[in-house]
């Protein structure tokens, strides 16, 4: 062993043994309670009966959270694939992966100035749209 295995060595039955003297040591550094008094107030000065209730009076509360109307949340349109590029809206066009609102109306922008899509040829055209792109959206639209 080299000087270096040596102190780690050292150091391990030091650890060792410190751990076993810990163990098996008459010494606890964790006291146990051995009983355990209940009083009517606490150490803050409030009884049992104004913790009660306070917590009552604050369960109301919670209670009265709840029964507020919630907003009403804009549900999006079911989407039912493939979906017509020809004809779809910018919302219909959202739904699918990949396509972003600016997105969709760069693909109805294109559509509107040049007519309708006849392939995925036309589809590249639209800025945005590459061959990964236009390959993973073929799945979801068709061309009419």
Known sequence: MNGAEKKVFILAIFLLGLGALVRYSPWDPVPHIESFEYAENDSNGIGVQEMKAFASSDS?????????????????????????????????????????????????????????????????????????????????????
């Open 60 to 144: 109301e509360k919670g209670a009265a959270r709840d029964k507020k109307p919630k907003g009403k949340r804009a549900k999006k349109p079911v989407v039912h694939f493939p979906i017509s590029i020809n004809k779809a809206s910018a919302e219909e066009l959202c739904a699918i992966k990949g396509v972003g609102p600016k997105l969709a109306e760069k693909i109805i922008e294109y559509r509107n100035a040049h007519g309708a899509f006849s392939g995925a040829k036309d589809l590249k055209k639209v800025s945005g749209i590459g061959k990964k792109k236009a390959e993973a959206l073929l799945g979801f639209i068709v061309f009419d």
